[in-house]
């Protein structure tokens, strides 16, 4: 008999996403052309202006994605003042790790407000076992969690780092 390998999809992923689609239904409330770049390849965003959002949930940007690009064509997309909620691995390749530098690369058609962590407290998903065995003590981190991946030293210390931002409007927009 073989080893199937662990049950059930990750535990600590699950965790992951919920809490960014949990902000994501508060941010895009009432909003329905969103463009979800988990099933969105960034070259079909090309052409189209009328995405009244955009999100990234973790795991689903490349890690090696093209951080410029990937501002480029998010601006082209979205209206003036439509909401942008992005997930990036803390350790993705031209990030260097830091927020600021992954809002730099983003460019400058958005406007940032909001950051917080994945993984602050709770285990990283490579821990997926451990939170099988121990799913009360992993209930436990998740609700520090919330408690703390927003404050300003530990926002850049998690898994995963979440921006929120929007689209600025520019003057090519009032054409």
Known sequence: MTDAGPPGPNPITLFYRHVVQARAQVLFAGRRRLADLGATPVQMLKGHREMEGAYALPGDLDPQQDLAALGRALAAALQPGAPVLLAFARYAP??????????????????????????????????????????????????????????????????????????????????
């Open 94 to 175: 031209g990030s260097a790790g830091r927020l600021a530098g992954v809002r730099a690369a983003l460019g400058p058609a958005f406007d940032w407000h909001g950051t917080f962590a994945l993984g602050v407290i709770a285990p990283a998903e490579s821990r997926q076992d451990w939170a099988r065995r121990h799913p009360q003590s992993f209930g436990v981190l998740a609700v520090v969690e919330r408690l703390v991946r927003g404050w300003p030293l530990l926002r850049e210390a998690g898994e995963y780092a979440v921006i929120e931002g929007s689209r600025r409007a520019t003057p090519a927009d009032t054409l």
